[in-house]
């Protein structure tokens, strides 16, 4: 009797166990799928609008969708009206690029270098730039050389607040890059060698900051190519960007070229924030490259 009422027992608890992982699991499944939901919810809230833009941009007409059929006609217009705003925009984010690697890798070497209170100091204040909105930053431009009318016409004017605005995100790059590999030693040993200084900063330094360099030359060209509110401000009818037309087109045209100037700016940026996503580095080109934790090698164990 005793024998049966343990093995009822067992078995009950067997049971009780099997129901136990059963409801584990379906909950484990339950979670999941809820996951899955807002994870694919929130994809479609911020995919849908951007494919929805571009089939705006390729339909004959948008409001009768794309059973109007599909054409780029749209986009021919937009290339022959505001080619030139898309060639200045291309030739202002190099010139951006170039003066911020004359200006920032240097200066990010220096911070990441010194360990003194004003080098801290300088480099808080190198990120007020970012901290304050671009029509701030536009009217102090205004303020100071507004007055020096070619200067303030020309696209020179654009280039200087663009390098305003992107400097630290080189800078920052190439310091994060720099504070993280010992060029202290690397140095002494080159100068105990006799390489004088510039030898040393192009054979050593510059070898050593590169990935910090790609990912702030990546950072630059695409915040330089779509910024738009310091642009706005500092612009005139002859320097017109591509951020400032693709306002234009939207606020003045129809909405099928406004759709268009959208696939061109997007054709434009979305090669750097791949290269930027491939090489794993953020807008501020911080994450990623060059610190990516190296293998340790396993030594063998004494016997």
């Known amino acids: ?26 909950l484990r499944h339950l979670l ?8 694919l919810l929130i994809c479609a809230f911020l995919i849908v609008p951007v494919v929805m833009s ?24 937009v290339w022959t009206q505001y080619h030139d705003s898309v060639f200045l925009s291309l030739e202002i984010a190099a010139a951006t690029l170039i003066i911020t690697l004359i200006i920032g890798v240097p200066a990010g070497y220096v911070l990441a270098r010194s360990k003194t209170r004003a080098s801290r100091i300088v480099e808080e204040l190198l990120v007020l730039p970012i901290a304050l909105p671009g ?5 102090a431009l205004l303020v ?37 590999t010992d060029l202290r030693t690397l140095e002494e040993g080159a100068a105990s060698l006799g390489a004088t200084f510039w030898q040393r900063f192009t054979t050593i330094v510059v070898p050593n900051v590169r990935p910090g360099i790609v990912a702030g030359a990546l950072a ?21 960007t591509l951020p400032v037309g693709l306002a234009d087109t939207y606020a003045s ?4 070229v406004g759709s268009a100037y959208t696939i061109v700016f997007f054709i434009m940026t979305m090669p750097l924030l791949v290269a930027m996503q491939w090489l794993g580095v953020d807008a501020t080109g911080q994450r990623g490259l060059g610190n990516k934790p190296r293998r340790q090698r396993k030594t063998p164990s004494a016997s």
Request: hydrophobic fraction near 55%; charged fraction near 15%.
């Open 220 to 240: 630059v060209l695409t915040l330089s190519i779509g910024e738009f509110n310091l642009t706005w401000m500092l612009h005139t009818p002859d320097t017109k």
């Open 253 to 256: 045209l129809r909405i099928e």
């Open 54 to 77: 571009i089939l705006a941009g390729l339909t004959v007409n948008y409001f009768r969708g794309v059973s109007s059929g599909l054409t780029l006609q749209w986009l021919e217009q």
């Open 144 to 180: 100071l050389y507004g007055g020096i009318t070619a200067f303030r016409t020309s696209a020179a004017f654009i280039v200087v607040g663009h390098v305003v605005f992107t400097l630290p995100f080189m800078v920052r790059a190439v310091a994060a890059v720099a504070a993280s």
């Open 135 to 139: 029509l701030a930053s536009a009217l």
């Open 32 to 39: 999941a799928a809820g996951q899955w939901a807002v994870t």
């Open 1 to 26: 009797m005793s024998t049966m009422l343990e093995t009822r027992t067992e078995a009950s608890a067997m049971r009780r166990a099997m129901l136990r992982v059963k409801d584990g699991f379906s």
